[in-house]
């Protein structure tokens, strides 16, 4: 057991699979007592047990981040657990491509809906109740490349994630008073189950025409010369949480091996 976040309680939404999980259990391997948030109750608290397995502590809750009641309920699932919740992470996030000229009301809104919506009514609701403590908490967000450069295909997504960074510094602005610092960080192409459905679904839109090659071709240009595993993110989100990065706010992390140079 590492000692980086020993006594710290951390939320993290969309846990259950993915990045998520993975930060979840280094998490809890640096002492935070960890909160599983995400829409898929059984896989939330299979990923609780889980790290309860590995001698960490975790709770769970089944929410969806696009609703305030299950979000304001979520948190304090943490609170009663764990007595007080001190960092929040926005991780849940969703794609579903659509060429640009197809794209539908129903597409854009559910896209906005979980990558962005959720991402202020988390930030909204863990300020309340750290607040409610006394202040003094992080707020982390992932965003994505895809908040950084537009695409063809993901259109929704893309202005979705870019909300993602001007919501960050949005709520650093409005949440520094309360001495909450508010950070995001922005992945490349990382093999998780989110990719695996991305792959095939750019298939069925005529993107790409064989499994895998989506993936490849978004990954041709990464200067360190492969997709990142959820692993090769775990030490950026650590450092994002732990006090090693308590004087940034506002700001956001490239962590794509090399993809967009901005
Ligand atoms: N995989 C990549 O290449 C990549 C790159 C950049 C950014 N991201 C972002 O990283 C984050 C994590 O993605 P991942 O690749 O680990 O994906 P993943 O699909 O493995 O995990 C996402 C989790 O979010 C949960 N979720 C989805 N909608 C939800 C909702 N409305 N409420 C609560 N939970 C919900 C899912 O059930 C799932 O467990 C997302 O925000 C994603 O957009 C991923």
């Known amino acids: 057991m590492g000692i980086r976040l020993e006594g710290k309680t951390i939320g993290i939404t969309g846990a259950a699979s993915g990045m998520g999980l993975a930060f979840a259990h280094r998490f809890a391997d640096e002492g935070a007592n960890v909160l599983i948030v995400d829409l898929d109750r059984g896989a939330a608290e299979a990923a609780a047990k889980s790290i309860i397995a590995a001698g960490g502590n975790a709770v769970s809750a089944q929410a969806n981040v696009t609703d305030r009641g299950q979000i304001r309920a979520a948190v304090q699932v943490a609170v009663a657990a764990f007595g007080r919740i001190d960092i929040w992470f926005n991780n849940a996030g969703l794609n579903r491509p659509m060429s640009f000229i197809d794209i539908t009301e129903e597409n854009w809104s559910s896209i906005m809906d979980v990558n962005a919506l959720g991402v202020l009514i988390g930030t909204q609701e863990i300020a309340k109740q750290i607040e409610a403590q006394g202040g003094g908490g992080k707020v982390i967000n992932t965003s994505s490349i895809s908040g950084r450069v ?12 870019s909300a993602v960074i001007s919501l960050t510094q949005s709520a650093a602005k409005a949440l520094a008073p309360k001495d909450i610092t508010v950070n995001a960080f922005a992945p490349g192409v990382v093999a998780t189950p989110l990719w695996t459905k991305l792959d095939e679904d750019l298939m069925s839109i005529g993107a790409s025409s064989a499994p895998g090659e989506a993936m490849k071709n978004f990954s041709s240009d990464i200067l360190r010369g492969r ?36």
């Open 227 to 262: 997709a990142a595993e959820a692993e090769d993110i775990v030490g950026t989100a650590l450092f994002l949480a732990s006090e090693d990065s308590n004087y940034m706010t506002g700001q956001v992390i490239m962590i794509d091996g090399g993809m967009v140079l901005v």
């Open 150 to 161: 537009g695409d063809a295909n993901t259109a929704p997504y893309c202005a979705a994630k």
